[in-house]
């Protein structure tokens, strides 16, 4: 795999992509990253943007991981002492994940956020926008029915972030695109570079493949789940035997989840996945690549029940050094 395809590879969107190959024509040096809202215990979104970190890793580049413990605050996440104290635990949960410890850069917002020179750029980044544009921005990552100004001032803050951390690529699902836009038609205003990113995926929930899977509703997976908690959950999961799912009743689109965790979870991290089963079903099948996979399902080869007993031990594996971690 050559280095664009290993930087673009499960990408829901490059922004652009030009811009995308001319990092991969010379990866080495270069810094991409993504922040988080600390929450101490790494769940499957986390994995998702950290499997995107390790494929760039693995293509030449260094990587910074903002704790974002301003922006947690912004987004009423807790008191700042709180998010803080999460934050400190969230570094080794990465690095128990798999991210390159030699050549991972964490760094607290408030580090750099706070400065003058910050602050004084980010005003001149709020005389440049609009309230709604700024309103829109977030759409996807707050919920709650009124807007605060705090919540106008953290896409501008995150934008500003780029230029601050010295990035050439920021990296994030795709519920941060629009962040990533207003960044690009507004940091020219204060004479900095628009910057590229890379989007991942947004999953299913598990349990319903509807809408997307995330911590504060529905069935999530995190480092906290035991390997019975991991295959309660799994074993649950919607699972119909395709990748494109009829719409449910009402007209809301769905998916498979269980396919989009073995291909955005699973294979980026594991070269093979065999599929134990007993000889009398058929015994053991080996996989190499995700379109297998998915093909055997499709055609009835693979049976639902067993994909999900499969997927349940990749999980555990995925999970379990982030479990002994944080019984630590
Ligand atoms: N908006 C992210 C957190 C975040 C991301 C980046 I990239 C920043 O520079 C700052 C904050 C979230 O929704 O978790």
Same mark, same amino acid.
């Given at each position: ?45 986390? @994995?998702? *943007? ?8 693995? !293509?030449?580049?260094?990587? *910074? ?24 635990? @969230? ?12 050549? *991972?850069?964490f760094v607290l917002g408030s580090d750099f956020q706070l400065d003058d020179d910050y602050t004084l750029d980010l005003h001149s980044l709020e005389l440049e926008t609009t309230l ?23 896409p501008l803050m995150q934008a500003l972030d780029i230029p601050y951390l010295g990035v050439d690529l920021a990296v994030g699902g795709m519920e941060q695109r629009k962040v990533h @836009? ?6 020219? %205003? ?13 999953? !299913?929930?598990?349990? *319903? ?15 906290e789940d035991s390997r019975e908690d991991i295959e309660s959950k799994v074993n649950d999961a919607y699972c119909p035997p395709t990748a494109d799912p009829e719409p449910t009743d ?31 079903? /058929? ?5 190499? %690549? ?8 499709? %055609? ?8 999900? /007993? ?11 050094? /982030? ?6």
């Amino acid at each position: 795999m050559d280095a664009y395809e290993r930087i673009t590879r499960n990408a829901a969107e490059v922004v652009t992509e030009e811009e995308i190959e001319a990092l991969a024509d010379d990866p080495d040096g270069k810094r991409a990253y993504v922040g988080y809202e600390p929450s101490g215990v790494l769940h499957i979104g986390h @994995m998702l *943007t950290a499997n995107k970190l390790i494929d760039l890793q693995e !293509a030449g580049f260094e990587v *910074t991981v903002l704790l974002a413990d301003v922006h947690a605050y912004l987004n009423d996440k807790g008191s700042f002492e709180e998010i803080r104290h999460t934050a400190e635990r @969230m570094r080794d949960q990465f690095i128990a994940y798999g991210l390159d410890e030699s050549n *991972t850069q964490f760094v607290l917002g408030s580090d750099f956020q706070l400065d003058d020179d910050y602050t004084l750029d980010l005003h001149s980044l709020e005389l440049e926008t609009t309230l709604a544009r700024a309103e829109r921005a977030m759409a996807e990552i707050t919920s709650g029915d009124s807007v605060k100004v705090s919540q106008a001032v953290y896409p501008l803050m995150q934008a500003l972030d780029i230029p601050y951390l010295g990035v050439d690529l920021a990296v994030g699902g795709m519920e941060q695109r629009k962040v990533h @836009m207003l960044a690009r038609d507004v940091l020219p %205003s204060i004479d900095r570079e628009p910057p590229t990113s890379l989007h991942t995926p947004l999953i !299913a929930d598990l349990g *319903t493949g509807r809408g997307k899977m995330s911590s504060s509703e529905g069935v999530t997976i995190s480092m906290e789940d035991s390997r019975e908690d991991i295959e309660s959950k799994v074993n649950d999961a919607y699972c119909p035997p395709t990748a494109d799912p009829e719409p449910t009743d009402d007209g809301e689109a769905r998916e498979n989840p269980v396919l989009q965790v073995f291909e955005y979870h699973v294979f980026p991290r594991f070269d093979a996945v065999v599929v134990e089963r007993p000889e009398e079903y /058929g015994g053991d099948l080996e996989y190499e %690549s995700y379109d297998a996979l998915e093909a055997d399902l499709e %055609s009835g080869e693979l049976h639902p029940a067993d994909a999900k /007993g499969a997927l349940a031990e990749y999980l555990d594996r995925l999970i379990a050094p /982030g479990r002994e971690q944080l019984a630590e």
